[in-house]
């Protein structure tokens, strides 16, 4: 059975910085792309990066280029997403995704197999 569990979310300051974990289990985590996408309230769920399964591509939504960087550690399982530069509008719950491709399609999220419940991301003004 597979299990994806995100945690590290909380309420910052603007300008501050969050660190999210997913750990995924029940799959051969090296195998898959992994993902985080953010849903805000009345909004839809949006792709914020992926990482390829060995590493070596990532993608990253515009509005997050160069304040987040998403990273992966195999022999944990795990996925991360430093989160900098913090502002208001990325508030949202944030989902940690497996499978899909992290090339030109990253962002669908029709494309990826096993999510888990999120994390919820406050950001005060």
């Known amino acids: 059975q597979v299990q994806v569990v995100e945690s590290g979310g909380g309420l910052v300051q603007a300008g501050g910085s969050l660190r999210l974990s997913c750990t995924a289990s029940g799959l051969t985590f090296v195998g898959y792309t992994m993902a985080w996408f953010r849903q805000a309230p009345g909004k839809e769920r949006e792709g914020v990066s992926c990482i390829s399964w060995n590493g070596v591509s990532t993608y990253y939504a515009d509005s997050v280029k160069g304040r987040f960087t998403i990273s992966r550690d195999d022999a944990k399982n795990r996925l991360y997403l430093q989160m900098n530069g913090l502002k208001p509008e990325d508030t949202a719950m944030y989902y940690c995704?497996?499978?899909?491709?992290?090339?030109?399609?990253?962002?669908?999220?029709?494309?990826?197999?096993?999510w888990g419940q999120g994390t919820q991301v406050t950001v005060s003004s």
């Open positions: 995704a497996a499978g899909g491709d992290c090339s030109g399609s990253w962002s669908n999220s029709l494309e990826y197999n096993y």
